[in-house]
């Protein structure tokens, strides 16, 4: 099957700044994967990624992706945790709507801009966040940002560069509170990977407990009704 049309870069950023958070999760079954898509739907919630964290991860996306375009068409999945261009074309052709690395790479930069594909490059330097933003990142993820210097360090560097749009990742928790700051810090979105998406409640199937917990903090957002 060939990938579906990926949303301009643009147009995911754009998404993503709306949803304010973007939920990241792995497991080794498409079953469970399809549970806590349909968990994170049901919150509201439209862009999700999967990251690539087993030998199993591939095939489980690739069977995600094609049940998710017909069961949930409006969601937007992604693959996480790419490592080259090689596997980022890999997932695009099995359906990925965007990649996300943790690490700046130049090849696979190329390779997504080659096919239209939105690109968030893991950055922890001024410098690596001014090159993603050179070549054309959807959304520059900082990582791992409560290591880097929490919500500090993100408005340090908003001060002379507030053109940037960063996605903290790593260190995210799903405390409101906790939330709140890195966006009051100037964060574009953030990225939340087991303290929203729990592998224990994926591994009982407790997909209810994880949809409580999403729609739980994406009613506590900062300008949610």
């Known amino acids: ?9 643009a147009d995911l950023a754009e998404r993503l700044r709306a949803q304010r958070l973007l ?31 087993s030998a199993a991860a591939p095939a489980v996306f690739a069977a995600m992706a094609a049940r998710a375009a017909a069961d949930l068409p409006d969601l937007l999945l992604g693959a996480g945790t790419i490592l080259d261009a090689g596997q980022a074309v890999a997932f695009h052709d099995a359906g990925a709507a ?4 943790p690490h700046l ?4 930069g190329r390779a ?24 054309g990142a959807a959304v520059i993820k900082v990582f791992p940002a409560d290591a880097l210097g929490g919500p500090a360090f993100l408005k340090a560097v908003r001060g002379p560069c507030p053109f940037l749009r960063l996605m903290p990742s790593g260190g995210v928790t799903a405390d409101p509170a906790n939330i709140a ?8 979105c953030v990225g939340i990977g087991s303290q929203l998406v729990r592998p224990e409640e994926v591994a009982a199937g407790d997909f209810a407990a994880i949809g409580a917990r999403a729609r739980a903090l994406v009613a506590s957002l900062p300008g949610s009704p």
Do not use: K
């Open 98 to 101: 965007f990649i996300v690395a």
């Open 23 to 53: 939920p990241l999760f792995t497991c080794t079954d498409a079953d469970a994967g399809m549970g806590v898509l349909a968990a994170l739907h049901g919150a509201g919630l439209r862009v999700v990624e999967f990251t690539n964290r």
């Open 112 to 135: 997504c801009a080659a096919r239209g594909l939105a690109w968030c490059p893991g950055t922890g330097t001024v410098s690596e966040m001014m090159q993603a933003f050179r070549q």
């Open 1 to 9: 099957m060939p990938p579906r049309p990926p949303p301009a870069p």
């Open 105 to 108: 790479d130049e090849e696979t």
């Open 181 to 188: 700051g890195w966006l009051g810090a100037g964060a574009w």
